[in-house]
């Protein structure tokens, strides 16, 4: 479809201007109707249509009417207009809010088609409902007509308010004068062991840095060079850290300066090298670049061809690297380049496979070349996909170094004076035994809260025995005390105090919820969430108090206080009488749900022990099992002194197991001397499965928010419309490995495709999610870490999302409107600076426009235009854009388009006869 439109000095015909105000038109110039209110003789409807068929074919410049002409002449119309129906042209008068020149053609043409014997009929025309002339008959009005016609036609082009035709505009972003642009070093899995260096290419051009940023999980103080230049030391000082966290630390202002065009080079000096490494993490540098398309690609859109060169980290001590590198595209070509010295065999294990060992000492410069890597790897099998690296010392590998225990325990034990009672039946008074009596393990008549002390002891012993566990000690009847010390001989001598366990003469009612609620206060203030935390809770069943107050002075079952706030009256934890009924029910879900509460915190476990005859009370069976249940433990409970114990033996040891922490990765040794150079690379050949760049596009590259959980889940939003060209999730896996990453519900990366035993595969700190796996709108990212295939340690709350997005710099063309005038333009970026140009360059009129608030003529379509394209400068929506653009940058195509017709409508134009 086309039209044309008009300059000064030429006309042109285009396409573009009609695509841009393009709409389906619906029935052009066919639609007929009519309706009857009665019967109507033969002349009235004749009448209406006879007008209306006349009126559509006829073109107003072939009708004798002075009017028309008198339209030309006062500018009303353009000569252009003539051309088309008459009917077309009170739909243009009206759509253009000339109603009086509407009006009155519309009377000179009813007027004119009903002469004659005709004259005495009424008439009447419409535009879209609206009168636009109407006449009464001799008789009658048109409301009290005996009979009436109507006739009307659909016309294409007009709206009311809106120009027939006019003007299209069409912006342009010709160049940028600077946009943001972070430049990354990253740092694998595990980068060591010593002093590390590496290199990092910043924009050959920029006008300044706004900021740096170091984010990385380390063990150690550390001294920071950029280029040879004493930058600071660190982490002292930053926020974060900890067992799978990531120091943020920004880098003092003062030593942006270090930094250069180009290459740079980066140093971290430790000194101890038993800490001297980097588990994850990067430095961003973040510079005002008028590079459109800065990357660290090479690419040749010809021959859709792509290269990138990561160079390896040098490494200063023992070369002990986990790490990844990625293609992303079907691999043509690979390179290795090591420049090292040894006085230990060296091997390199890249994809799962051993793709270079070497017994060699001394320097070494070797490079490894395609023929070599093709013979060894599956390139289609390892393209588009994350590869694990890792390059280091056989001798140096061991299974994992034991560092100690993570595990945050409170042992809760009742002192209630059902305590007193026989572990074997309901017999409210046992006996008294020790731990090493004779008979302690055989008598059934054992006190409860005797052998609870024994089992305290073997928690004690047991899980103490590893550094860096800890216990608090926790009692209750009517309230909730603790007590905390890091000695185990110290808490054996607490237990057994009968002022703190007085299993001579226990007292006091039962409330559980109080203990669980106390148990809570201490993991939530005294843990955090690298630690495993652990609740055991050792009773004989039944609560009878709770730990709130509702409104009418009853149980508040989600009460929150340490000691009792309401027993009722009902309810006293009576093995015969209070086994079955709801006379408990209040504190026996008082103790419930505090500990689903317990269960919320992540990494936690409830272990509930019963002591005593609890399989034949329903209520105490029950409430054991759901504290248990609720916060993702167990519950076991029997009246056999042997039995218990095993138990607790068992749980003790399981707690110890699961609470260690190894060192899988870092080595202990010395007198080992290994370095690699940091001019030692990989470098990969590859035909990208999307073009990383794209004419008429910029590349934005952005940060989602850190997850903030350690399951470690999250979402990547990415806007209707805009392509992803790039994009990579960070995984701080700390002594363990990256193992899993699942978007979208699809496994995009297991390591274990690579091989079962983890030890000798790389650790990715980046795991690149392949384009075709992004769709707009949210994306759902799931990464996980272990230490095998079977092993799931969830991830780190640091986690991200850094991507890269394809922005268009240019729309096609506006709306027809009535003016192309343009604006002075006030536009606000995301830097903090801001600019005022003209659009188009030679607008010399007073209009102010700003992009920010969204003030501009919509009856522009220069302006139109220019709003549509910054709109899609600013992905985030904030009216700051994210590429600064000054008037050298901004080219807007603002030739008058003139015959170019609106493609509004259809609207209906109807004429009414009647008598």
Same mark, same amino acid.
Request: charged residues 15%; contains cysteine; glycine residues 8%.
């Given at each position: 479809?086309?039209?044309?439109?008009?300059?000064?000095?030429?006309?042109?015909?285009?396409?573009?201007?009609?695509?841009?105000?393009?709409?389906?038109?619906?029935?052009?110039?066919?639609?007929?109707?009519?309706?009857?209110? @009665?019967? *109507?003789?033969?002349?009235?409807?004749?009448?209406?249509?006879?007008?209306?068929?006349?009126?559509?074919?006829?073109?107003?410049?072939?009708?004798?009417?002075?009017?028309?002409?008198?339209?030309?002449?006062?500018?009303?119309?353009?000569?252009?207009?003539?051309?088309?129906?008459?009917?077309?042209?009170?739909?243009?008068?009206?759509?253009?809010?000339?109603?009086?020149?509407?009006?009155?053609?519309?009377?000179?043409?009813?007027?004119?088609?009903?002469?004659?014997?005709?004259?005495?009929?009424?008439?009447?025309?419409?535009?879209?409902?609206?009168?636009?002339?109407?006449?009464?008959?001799?008789?009658?009005?048109?409301?009290?007509?005996?009979?009436?016609?109507?006739?009307?036609?659909?016309?294409?082009?007009?709206?009311?308010?809106?120009?027939?035709?006019?003007?299209?505009?069409?912006?342009?972003?010709?160049?940028?004068?600077?946009?943001?642009?972070?430049?990354?070093?990253?740092?694998?899995?595990?980068?060591?062991?010593?002093?590390?260096?590496?290199?990092?290419?910043?924009?050959?051009?920029?006008?300044?840095?706004?900021?740096?940023?170091?984010?990385?999980?380390?063990?150690?103080?550390?001294?920071?060079?950029?280029?040879?230049?004493?930058?600071?030391?660190?982490?002292?000082?930053?926020?974060?850290?900890?067992?799978?966290?990531?120091?943020?630390?920004?880098?003092?202002?003062?030593?942006?300066?270090?930094?250069?065009? =180009?290459?740079?080079?980066?140093?971290?000096?430790?000194?101890?090298?038993?800490?001297?490494?980097?588990?994850?993490?990067?430095?961003?540098?973040?510079?005002?670049?008028?590079?459109?398309?800065?990357?660290?690609?090479?690419?040749?859109?010809?021959?859709?061809?792509?290269?990138?060169?990561?160079?390896?980290?040098?490494?200063?001590?023992?070369?002990?690297?986990?790490?990844?590198?990625?293609?992303?595209?079907?691999?043509?070509?690979?390179?290795?380049?090591?420049?090292?010295?040894?006085?230990?065999?060296?091997?390199?294990?890249?994809?799962?496979?051993?793709?270079?060992?070497?017994?060699?000492?001394?320097?070494?410069?070797?490079?490894?070349?395609?023929?070599?890597?093709?013979?060894?790897?599956?390139?289609?099998?390892?393209?588009?996909?994350?590869?694990?690296?890792?390059?280091?010392?056989?001798?140096?590998?061991?299974?994992?170094?034991?560092?100690?225990?993570?595990?945050?325990?409170?042992?809760?034990?009742?002192?209630?004076?059902?305590?007193?009672?026989?572990?074997?039946?309901?017999?409210?008074?046992?006996?008294?035994?020790? $731990?090493?009596?004779?008979?302690?393990?055989?008598?059934?008549?054992?006190?409860?809260?005797?052998?609870?002390?024994?089992?305290?002891?073997?928690?004690?012993?047991?899980?103490?025995?590893?550094?860096?566990?800890?216990?608090?000690?926790?009692?209750?009847?009517?309230?909730?005390?603790?007590?905390?010390?890091?000695?185990?001989?110290?808490?054996?001598?607490?237990?057994?105090?009968?002022?703190?366990?007085?299993?001579?003469?226990?007292?006091?009612?039962?409330?559980?919820?109080?203990?669980?609620?106390?148990?809570?206060?201490?993991?939530?203030?005294?843990?955090?969430?690298?630690?495993?935390?652990?609740?055991?809770?050792?009773?004989?069943?039944?609560?009878?108090?709770? $730990?709130?107050?509702?409104?009418? =002075?009853?149980?508040?079952?989600?009460?929150?206080?340490?000691?009792?706030?309401?027993?009722?009256?009902?309810?006293?934890?009576?093995?015969?009488?209070?086994?079955?009924?709801?006379? $408990?029910?209040?504190?026996?879900?008082?103790?419930?749900?505090?500990?689903?509460?317990?269960?919320?915190?992540?990494?936690?476990?409830?272990?509930?022990?019963?002591?005593?005859?609890?399989?034949?009370?329903?209520?105490?069976?029950?409430?054991?099992?759901?504290?248990?249940?609720?916060?993702?433990?167990?519950?076991?409970?029997?009246?056999?002194?042997?039995?218990?114990?095993?138990?607790?033996?068992?749980?003790?040891?399981?707690?110890?197991?699961?609470?260690?922490?190894?060192?899988?990765?870092?080595?202990?040794?010395?007198?080992?001397?290994?370095?690699?150079? /940091?001019?030692?690379?990989?470098?990969?050949?590859?035909?990208?499965?999307?073009?990383?760049?794209?004419?008429?596009?910029?590349?934005?590259?952005?940060?989602?928010?850190?997850? =903030?959980?350690?399951? *470690?889940?999250?979402?990547?939003?990415?806007?209707?419309?805009?392509?992803?060209?790039?994009?990579?999730?960070?995984?701080?896996?700390?002594?363990?490995?990256?193992?899993?990453?699942?978007?979208?519900?699809?496994?995009?990366?297991?390591?274990?495709?690579?091989?079962?035993?983890?030890?000798?595969?790389?650790?990715?700190?980046?795991?690149?999610?392949?384009?075709?796996?992004?769709?707009?709108?949210?994306?759902?990212?799931?990464?996980?870490?272990?230490?095998?295939?079977?092993?799931?340690?969830?991830?780190?709350?640091?986690?991200?999302?850094?991507?890269?997005?394809?922005?268009?710099?240019?729309?096609?063309?506006?709306?027809?409107?009535?003016?192309?005038?343009?604006?002075?333009?006030?536009?606000?970026?995301?830097?903090?600076?801001?600019?005022?140009?003209?659009? /188009?360059?030679?607008?010399?009129?007073?209009?102010?426009?700003?992009?920010?608030?969204?003030?501009?003529?919509?009856?522009?379509?220069?302006?139109?235009?220019?709003?549509?394209?910054?709109? @899609?400068?600013?992905?985030?929506?904030?009216?700051?854009?994210?590429?600064?653009?000054?008037?050298?940058?901004?080219?807007?195509?603002?030739?008058?388009?003139?015959?170019?017709?609106?493609?509004?409508?259809?609207?209906?134009?109807?004429?009414?006869?009647?008598?």
């Amino acid at each position: 479809m086309c039209s044309f439109f008009k300059s000064r000095k030429a006309i042109f015909f285009t396409v573009d201007a009609l695509l841009a105000s393009s709409l389906i038109l619906i029935g052009l110039l066919a639609a007929y109707s009519l309706y009857s209110r @009665q019967i *109507t003789p033969d002349n009235i409807w004749y009448s209406s249509s006879s007008i209306m068929e006349s009126l559509s074919s006829i073109k107003a410049g072939q009708l004798n009417i002075s009017y028309i002409s008198y339209l030309v002449s006062s500018g009303a119309i353009k000569n252009s207009s003539l051309n088309d129906s008459a009917v077309e042209l009170i739909g243009e008068l009206w759509a253009t809010g000339k109603a009086d020149e509407a009006r009155e053609l519309s009377q000179e043409l009813i007027d004119s088609s009903l002469s004659g014997e005709l004259s005495g009929m009424g008439a009447a025309i419409y535009v879209n409902g609206q009168e636009i002339y109407s006449r009464n008959s001799f008789l009658s009005s048109e409301e009290n007509s005996s009979y009436l016609s109507s006739s009307f036609r659909l016309v294409s082009g007009i709206k009311e308010a809106t120009p027939k035709e006019g003007y299209s505009s069409r912006a342009i972003l010709s160049a940028i004068s600077s946009k943001i642009q972070p430049s990354y070093a990253y740092f694998g899995g595990l980068v060591g062991q010593g002093n590390i260096t590496q290199f990092m290419m910043l924009p050959q051009t920029y006008t300044n840095i706004s900021s740096a940023y170091l984010e990385m999980d380390v063990p150690a103080n550390f001294t920071f060079k950029i280029n040879g230049n004493n930058s600071g030391t660190y982490p002292a000082g930053c926020s974060g850290g900890g067992f799978m966290r990531a120091y943020q630390c920004s880098i003092n202002s003062s030593y942006l300066g270090n930094f250069r065009p =180009g290459l740079n080079t980066i140093e971290f000096i430790f000194s101890n090298y038993s800490s001297a490494y980097l588990s994850g993490g990067f430095l961003r540098v973040i510079t005002s670049t008028s590079d459109l398309n800065y990357s660290d690609v090479s690419y040749d859109p010809y021959s859709n061809t792509a290269s990138k060169t990561e160079y390896l980290p040098g490494i200063s001590y023992v070369v002990n690297l986990y790490s990844s590198v990625y293609a992303p595209g079907n691999i043509t070509n690979l390179e290795i380049f090591l420049n090292y010295t040894t006085d230990l065999p060296l091997f390199v294990n890249l994809a799962g496979v051993p793709v270079y060992y070497s017994e060699a000492e001394g320097r070494i410069a070797v490079t490894i070349d395609n023929a070599t890597l093709a013979s060894m790897l599956n390139y289609s099998a390892i393209s588009d996909k994350t590869l694990p690296l890792k390059i280091g010392h056989y001798a140096l590998n061991n299974t994992g170094n034991i560092s100690g225990g993570n595990a945050d325990v409170a042992i809760i034990t009742d002192i209630s004076a059902s305590m007193k009672g026989r572990i074997g039946d309901n017999d409210s008074n046992g006996d008294a035994r020790t $731990c090493d009596q004779a008979d302690y393990f055989t008598n059934p008549h054992v006190r409860r809260l005797n052998v609870a002390v024994c089992l305290n002891e073997i928690f004690i012993n047991t899980i103490m025995n590893l550094s860096g566990n800890r216990i608090w000690l926790v009692t209750f009847n009517d309230a909730a005390v603790y007590y905390y010390n890091q000695s185990s001989g110290v808490l054996i001598e607490y237990v057994n105090n009968k002022n703190y366990y007085p299993w001579n003469n226990p007292s006091g009612n039962t409330c559980t919820c109080c203990a669980l609620n106390r148990a809570y206060g201490i993991l939530s203030q005294n843990s955090n969430s690298s630690r495993k935390k652990y609740v055991i809770l050792m009773t004989d069943g039944i609560p009878n108090e709770c $730990c709130g107050l509702n409104s009418t =002075g009853g149980c508040n079952q989600s009460g929150l206080s340490n000691s009792s706030q309401y027993k009722p009256s009902t309810c006293d934890e009576d093995y015969v009488s209070d086994c079955a009924g709801n006379d $408990c029910t209040g504190p026996m879900q008082s103790a419930i749900n505090a500990a689903a509460r317990i269960g919320s915190i992540n990494r936690s476990s409830i272990y509930s022990i019963g002591l005593g005859p609890m399989g034949s009370c329903t209520n105490a069976n029950y409430t054991m099992t759901q504290i248990a249940e609720k916060g993702n433990g167990t519950f076991f409970g029997s009246t056999n002194v042997t039995q218990l114990t095993q138990f607790v033996q068992q749980l003790a040891n399981e707690i110890v197991n699961q609470s260690l922490v190894y060192q899988y990765q870092i080595v202990v040794i010395s007198g080992v001397n290994s370095t690699l150079s /940091p001019n030692s690379y990989v470098k990969l050949n590859y035909t990208p499965s999307s073009p990383p760049f794209i004419f008429g596009k910029i590349p934005i590259t952005l940060e989602s928010q850190s997850f =903030g959980n350690y399951i *470690t889940s999250g979402i990547l939003q990415i806007p209707e419309g805009v392509a992803v060209s790039d994009a990579k999730v960070t995984s701080y896996s700390g002594v363990y490995w990256t193992h899993n990453l699942t978007v979208n519900s699809v496994r995009v990366f297991n390591l274990s495709d690579f091989g079962s035993n983890y030890q000798s595969l790389g650790d990715p700190f980046l795991v690149s999610i392949p384009i075709n796996q992004i769709n707009s709108g949210n994306n759902s990212i799931l990464i996980s870490t272990g230490t095998s295939s079977t092993s799931d340690f969830g991830g780190s709350p640091d986690d991200r999302v850094i991507y890269t997005l394809l922005m268009n710099n240019s729309v096609s063309y506006s709306a027809v409107d009535s003016n192309a005038l343009g604006c002075n333009w006030t536009l606000e970026f995301n830097d903090g600076t801001n600019t005022t140009i003209k659009v /188009p360059s030679d607008y010399s009129g007073t209009k102010s426009c700003s992009f920010r608030t969204a003030s501009y003529d919509h009856s522009d379509s220069t302006d139109l235009a220019v709003y549509s394209m910054l709109s @899609q400068l600013d992905l985030n929506k904030d009216g700051l854009l994210d590429v600064n653009i000054n008037q050298q940058s901004l080219s807007i195509e603002t030739f008058a388009v003139g015959g170019v017709p609106s493609m509004w409508g259809p609207a209906k134009v109807e004429a009414r006869v009647w008598k």
